[in-house]
């Protein structure tokens, strides 16, 4: 099975900050990763697949970037509506989420 | 307009069994796959099954041989049969669509319904 760590586990950053997480696999999973944006008490929503594309709609203050094994995620100037936590996903071998990352405003 | 509707959860004992349904619209069931994600109290997502266009399914090692996901396309509705159900099984289950097209490894989880609730406890 294809482990998922994600870093680090929460995070208190500034409106206007850049904001980065990393998520590393167990193995060499290519560019099979997506990042998922999860606000309290609602489901996950796609932000970028295949490790750096944007999904339609997805401001373009989020970025992913990466292959193999080592992947980073970021947001280039936080926003309060970004509060929210992330997770990464592999999908080189059905399905592992990362831990999660929770963002919040300091 | 895509969307999940998923009912069916509820308190269940230990043991016991839980089918939970994921009513879809705007887009056809079979022609996606299709994955069950779940998110215990106050934890990350955990992935559990999945069902290709093709029919295959694969399951996390944590409910193999317990869970069955299944589908039924007249009723355009993914299914997933819960078994010797256990406290750890607890969480909000959620549906979800993979937007990659047939014969890619996936797309990403584009479109989820709003969960259901599943209570595994005495």
């Known amino acids: 099975d294809i482990q998922m760590t994600q870093s680090p586990s929460s995070l208190s950053a500034s409106v206007g900050d850049r904001v980065t997480i990393t998520c590393q696999a167990s193995?060499?999973?290519?560019?099979?990763l997506n990042w998922y944006q999860q606000k309290p008490g609602k489901a996950p929503k796609l932000l970028i697949y295949?490790?750096?594309n944007l999904e339609t709609g997805v401001p373009s203050r989020f970025s992913g970037s990466g292959s193999g094994t080592d992947f980073t995620f970021t947001i280039s100037s936080l926003q309060p509506e970004d509060i929210a936590t992330y997770y990464c996903q592999q999908y080189d071998n059905l399905f592992t989420f990362g831990g999660g990352t929770k963002v919040e405003i300091k | 307009e895509v969307q999940l509707v998923e009912s069916g959860g509820g308190l269940v004992q230990p043991g016991g069994s839980l089918r939970l349904s994921c009513a879809a619209s705007g887009f056809t069931v079979s022609s996606n796959y299709m994955s069950w994600v779940r998110q215990a109290p106050g934890k990350g997502l955990e992935w559990v099954s999945v069902i290709y266009s093709g029919g295959s399914t694969y399951y996390a090692d944590s409910v193999k041989g317990r869970f069955t996901i299944s589908r039924d396309n007249s009723k355009n509705t993914l299914y997933l049969q819960m078994n010797s159900l256990r406290a750890e099984d607890t969480a909000v289950y959620y549906c979800?669509?993979?937007?990659?097209?047939?014969?890619?490894?996936?797309?990403?989880?584009?479109?989820w319904g709003q969960g259901t609730l599943v209570t595994v406890s005495s």
């Open positions: 295949d490790a750096s």
């Open positions: 193995q060499d999973i290519s560019n099979y």
């Open positions: 979800a669509r993979d937007s990659g097209p047939v014969g890619a490894r996936s797309g990403g989880f584009d479109y």
